[in-house]
């Protein structure tokens, strides 16, 4: 069978198949490397945030842990110390009371407790720094006013008991009996005397502080006020422990009664122990005794409960005495600044009272007196005297222990056997001093000074 010819023009259809493309194929969802630079680095960045977290909770951790260590150890050594709150954002101090720390009144070991016992002195006996782990730096002292000046109002409340060396102390306001004899203490150290120191704020105490007010610079209150306690200053231990010794047991020769006995003795001394000591520490006996009620007999040997009248202020020699004569005050002065004030007996009869400027005539320690029957004439003719006599020396001689002559013939300023009734009652002429302070005012006065007498 003859072949088929293919007819011309025509080609048979083939089916070309579509060329197959090697190409790897991507994976649906995988990020480019573009983003993967961008995820490491964020990671990275939060890896060291998280470090340096973990570094400062450590670093705070240990810090806090470092303060609470510290502050138990101040606790631990100094209880009233400034608290702070760590939590808090504000410290919180603890309130600590103004109230100084009590003292009783010293009491010999052989004595009894004083029935009923007398309240204590409110004082600080030393101001004290209380220890911290880190030293305060040491503060500056104030610098001194250039003109007399009210001291700082009394703050309202402290936050620490915490006294500084440099700083002044105000001692509290008197309460007790104790506490005014505290006062009255200091007041004598200063010789601002109110005469005797027998814990009773009378007419002569506030006498002295009205005049300490005055020539400082201070609001007169006559009181034992705010500034005059600062001006003052503290009282420190207002009392000490003496043991009475043979000397003083020696200057205790009670004096006769009449004058031609007295005239016949050799020495007019003390009645007895208490009288000795009293005067000795410019007190009262009654006063001395409250202090020291387990004591009955005064002996060589014997201690007691006393003031501390040390360290008082400096006698200075004085150019003026002025006599206040209502006041019954005695003052005295160097440059025109007072430097002493005591209170003094006038004659109970005006018209025997001197006035105007006079002038110390003469000075005398431990003088004799003339008895003259002319003075005393009831007495002169009682014992038949008719003839002046001299009577020996001694603290219960008429004129005590001192005799300071004025150019008014027969006045001067002296001594006295009863000092409790110093600036109370009226004398003869002539202005009396307690002996303690007419003792006083002859080391601080030179023959020639002037007398002032305002009436």
Same mark, same amino acid.
């Given at each position: 069978?003859?072949? #088929?010819?293919? +007819? /011309?023009?025509? &080609?048979? @259809?083939?089916?070309?198949?579509? *060329?197959?493309? !090697? =190409?790897?194929?991507?994976?649906?969802?995988?990020?480019?490397?573009?983003?993967?630079?961008?995820?490491?680095?964020?990671?990275?960045?939060?890896?060291?945030?998280?470090?340096?977290?973990?570094?400062?909770?450590?670093?705070?951790?240990?810090?806090?842990?470092?303060?609470?260590?510290?502050?138990?150890?101040?606790?631990?050594?100094?209880?009233?110390?400034?608290?702070?709150?760590?939590?808090?954002?504000?410290?919180?101090?603890?309130?600590?009371?103004?109230?100084?720390?009590?003292?009783?009144?010293?009491?010999?070991?052989?004595?009894?407790?004083?029935?009923?016992?007398?309240?204590?002195?409110?004082?600080?006996?030393?101001?004290?720094?209380?220890?911290?782990?880190?030293?305060?730096?040491?503060? #500056?002292?104030? +610098? /001194?006013?250039? &003109?007399? @000046?009210?001291?700082?109002?009394? *703050?309202?409340? !402290? =936050?620490?008991?915490?006294?500084?060396?440099?700083?002044?102390?105000?001692?509290?306001?008197?309460?007790?009996?104790?506490?005014?004899?505290?006062?009255?203490?200091?007041?004598?150290?200063?010789?601002?005397?109110?005469?005797?120191?027998?814990?009773?704020?009378?007419?002569?105490?506030?006498?002295?502080?009205?005049?300490?007010?005055?020539?400082?610079?201070?609001?007169?209150?006559?009181?034992?006020?705010?500034?005059?306690?600062?001006?003052?200053?503290?009282?420190?231990?207002?009392?000490?422990?003496?043991?009475?010794?043979?000397?003083?047991?020696?200057?205790?020769?009670?004096?006769?009664?009449?004058?031609?006995?007295?005239?016949?003795?050799?020495?007019?001394?003390?009645?007895?122990?208490?009288?000795?000591?009293?005067?000795?520490?410019?007190?009262?006996?009654?006063?001395?005794?409250?202090?020291?009620?387990?004591?009955?007999?005064?002996?060589?040997?014997?201690?007691?409960?006393?003031?501390?009248?040390?360290?008082?202020?400096?006698?200075?020699?004085?150019?003026?005495?002025?006599?206040?004569?209502?006041?019954?005050?005695?003052?005295?002065?160097?440059?025109?600044?007072?430097?002493?004030?005591?209170?003094?007996?006038?004659?109970?009869?005006?018209?025997?009272?001197?006035?105007?400027?006079?002038?110390?005539?003469?000075?005398?320690?431990?003088?004799?007196?003339?008895?003259?029957?002319?003075?005393?004439?009831?007495?002169?003719?009682?014992?038949?005297?008719?003839?002046?006599?001299?009577?020996?020396?001694?603290?219960?001689?008429?004129?005590?222990?001192?005799?300071?002559?004025?150019?008014?013939?027969?006045?001067?300023?002296?001594?006295?056997?009863?000092?409790?009734?110093?600036?109370?009652?009226?004398?003869?002429?002539?202005?009396?001093?307690?002996?303690?302070?007419?003792?006083?005012?002859?080391?601080?006065?030179?023959?020639?000074?002037?007398?002032?007498?305002?009436?």
């Amino acid at each position: 069978m003859p072949a #088929r010819k293919k +007819a /011309p023009g025509r &080609k048979r @259809a083939t089916k070309r198949r579509a *060329p197959v493309r !090697r =190409t790897r194929s991507k994976r649906q969802g995988s990020p480019s490397p573009g983003v993967l630079v961008v995820l490491l680095l964020i990671s990275l960045a939060c890896l060291a945030v998280s470090v340096y977290m973990l570094i400062e909770e450590k670093r705070k951790g240990s810090e806090t842990s470092e303060m609470e260590r510290k502050l138990e150890e101040m606790k631990r050594i100094s209880p009233d110390a400034e608290v702070f709150n760590l939590g808090d954002p504000e410290p919180k101090k603890k309130v600590v009371p103004t109230d100084v720390v009590k003292a009783k009144p010293l009491i010999p070991p052989h004595q009894t407790a004083p029935q009923p016992a007398p309240e204590p002195i409110e004082v600080d006996l030393k101001p004290m720094v209380r220890s911290t782990t880190q030293a305060p730096p040491a503060p #500056r002292p104030p +610098a /001194p006013p250039s &003109k007399p @000046a009210a001291p700082p109002t009394p *703050p309202e409340s !402290r =936050t620490s008991d915490v006294v500084r060396r440099a700083e002044r102390v105000v001692g509290p306001a008197p309460a007790t009996q104790l506490d005014i004899a505290a006062w009255q203490i200091r007041l004598e150290r200063h010789h601002f005397s109110m005469g005797t120191i027998d814990g009773d704020y009378g007419m002569r105490s506030r006498r002295a502080v009205t005049q300490f007010q005055k020539h400082h610079g201070l609001p007169v209150t006559g009181e034992l006020d705010y500034e005059t306690r600062y001006k003052l200053g503290m009282p420190g231990n207002p009392f000490q422990l003496y043991t009475v010794t043979d000397d003083d047991i020696r200057k205790i020769q009670p004096p006769p009664v009449t004058w031609l006995e007295k005239s016949k003795a050799s020495y007019l001394g003390y009645h007895d122990g208490w009288e000795m000591l009293a005067e000795k520490f410019s007190s009262t006996e009654s006063f001395l005794q409250k202090l020291n009620p387990g004591i009955t007999e005064i002996s060589a040997g014997t201690t007691i409960t006393a003031p501390q009248l040390e360290p008082a202020m400096p006698l200075p020699k004085i150019d003026l005495i002025r006599i206040i004569l209502p006041e019954t005050t005695l003052l005295t002065y160097k440059n025109g600044k007072v430097m002493s004030c005591f209170p003094c007996s006038i004659a109970q009869d005006k018209n025997k009272r001197p006035a105007g400027r006079l002038e110390v005539k003469n000075r005398a320690p431990n003088p004799n007196y003339t008895f003259s029957p002319a003075l005393f004439a009831e007495a002169a003719e009682a014992e038949g005297i008719e003839q002046r006599l001299i009577i020996p020396p001694g603290p219960n001689n008429p004129v005590g222990s001192a005799w300071i002559g004025l150019t008014l013939p027969g006045y001067g300023i002296h001594g006295t056997t009863e000092p409790t009734e110093i600036s109370r009652t009226g004398s003869s002429g002539c202005f009396r001093l307690a002996n303690w302070n007419a003792t006083k005012l002859i080391h601080m006065v030179t023959v020639g000074v002037p007398v002032e007498i305002i009436e």
